[in-house]
């Protein structure tokens, strides 16, 4: 299979956009990746669009047909919508870049879409629910924030975690949002703040959850070939897609998500850099304490200690491990199938170093987007094409 | 990229599966796919799980997670949901032998389902309805039977088909039904029982349209040179996907649907053989009039001759092209997402000679596997090894 590079990407503000059809961000995101390439939707020969409860929330299935025939593209090029729950998003992108590294195609769409904001609270717990397991543990009342309250709880009692360092993740994403003008709520935030807001799913509190949110990302993929000295385009070195249990019962350990060991071990072989390479990671921040999970399981930061590396602001702007220096999805919001192609996105303007919040000569970025209960997660390393 | 066979396939009975919950269904189907061609379920390196309405229906999503750790897979092997409308089968298979093509591994599985029978009749048109634009179609109060009504009503105007020519494909397919063992609702039927059955969609009545149905389907795929020898094997000769308009207004000609025709097009050129070489044709037939559209589409017949071919006989077993000599959907059931990889079910036990409606040495098949407004359509092509 040939190499494949990202030429283009997009994005929609996230946030409530609420006059907005899903179709329609969708298709803005998709558009403006195509015009950020210079690729004319007529080239485009194969679409895949992550959205995950756009069925139960919106009512409209087919999307991926919809989008592709709003988008431009040609008649009968295959659309193909996938869904893997919270990492829908990179699943879409590990595809595109499959039909383009196969040559199917010298040139595929990656589109990422979720609308939540108009439904009710209960309503939206009921969609996000269904990446679970509804007769194994949907029965008990869990809910995502109660799954990841308990991993706080036990990664604290094991690791010596303190609330003041989870904070930390938050303190430093809101930050790094506030300055991302596609983000739907940065802000200037102290541990305090964070502690003393009200709880949702103990030990975690408001501010430790991203929010629901619209929003839509799309990414262009061509062969390494015709992107070559084309401004702006960034090599994929690696994209993996890996699974794991959609039962509680499944994870032994809740400090731990094989799905992302697995997809990350992958992902470094096949791009030939180490953690250690790397001057940054966009990952999967759901909740603070997800943050700190998922930077030890990604290997970035050693075992146990991801919460005193937050603590000392390490993995901040200009720390050891830049980590989500987009704000990430506590501050820029999880429109869940955009996510995946939104850390793309961030990730290429990094490489091509006109990010808002840029990490100084980034050279090398990781993308983590994982979903449900570690159910389906995806890792990408983009390389700068001189790197 | 290289070649692929079918190695093994399995499918549930297709009708009411009250009791059975939609991931153990799709793993009932997978387990017998996997028994057929012989192959541990660790040796499965890709899962695609066809699904349409499973989120909206059941609340469950993540379902190809779920499918993939009910049957066994080994934990992290990608699992991914696909959906395309009616399609979502066809485009599982397709991504299946793309995995394997593409060498990603050397054994991968589609799994298509649904679960409809437990819903309202209303709840059940709401969610085959998200197959359409929710804006620019739905708010007209049109169906899908609207929709092949108006099909009908145009085709019987401009071609002079008759009302017992329409009737033929129903009695036809339902026959057949009676003798496939896996067929929800087989039939011994005169056109006078169509003809008189009640009114759903004017001209459409009750047996024109297909039921609801709980069903799954499932096939194995495997390298060509690792198929080579084993008993049972089928060659993947072609499958092709494409997309076409949600929108009614996308559709001038309701006589036709574009993404058929590029299908089968590209899909008969892929195969190098040509319509005449085929010895039966698995099509997608939702109503009555859509088989005889879809049979012009494909260019097994030719155009404005569907409905006087079905009324001869001329497609019936033992006629000039066997069309649906499974049952059809009409006959056999329309569980969304299993019904393309249950259109390969059947057209693999054709191949291998098997079949409860044998066609008389068969040496190639078609499945044609067609979504919503033709907004996703797929076209394979099945040869025995030796053809």
Known sequence: MRDVSILGVGSTRFGRHGETAIDDLAADAARDALADAGVEPERIGALYLGNFVGGMLTGQEALAGLVGEAAGLAGNVPC????????SGGIAFGHACLAVAAGLTDAALAVGVEKMTHASNPRITESLNSAMDNRADAPSGLTFPGLFGMAYRLYAQRYGATRDQVSAVVVKNKANGLSNPLAQMGARLSVADVRDSR???DPLRLYDCC???DGAAAVVVVARDAARGRGGAVDVRATVQTSGSARIAGHPD???????VAAAGRAFEEAGIA?????FVELHDCFSIAEIIDSEDLGVVPRGEGA??????RTALGGDMPINPSGGLLAKG????ATGLSQLYEAVHQLRGDHPNQVRDARFGLTHNLGGTGVACTVSILGRPDA
Chains 1, 2 share one sequence.
């Open 80 to 87: 193909t919508k996938v869904e893997g729950a919270c990492a």
């Open 199 to 201: 709880p949702i799913a």
């Open 211 to 213: 929010p629901a949110s």
């Open 254 to 260: 809740l400090c731990t998500f094989d799905a992302t």
């Open 275 to 279: 953690a250690e390479d790397l001057d």
């Open 308 to 313: 005193a590396w937050a603590g000392e602001g």
């Open 334 to 337: 999880h429109p869940v199938g």
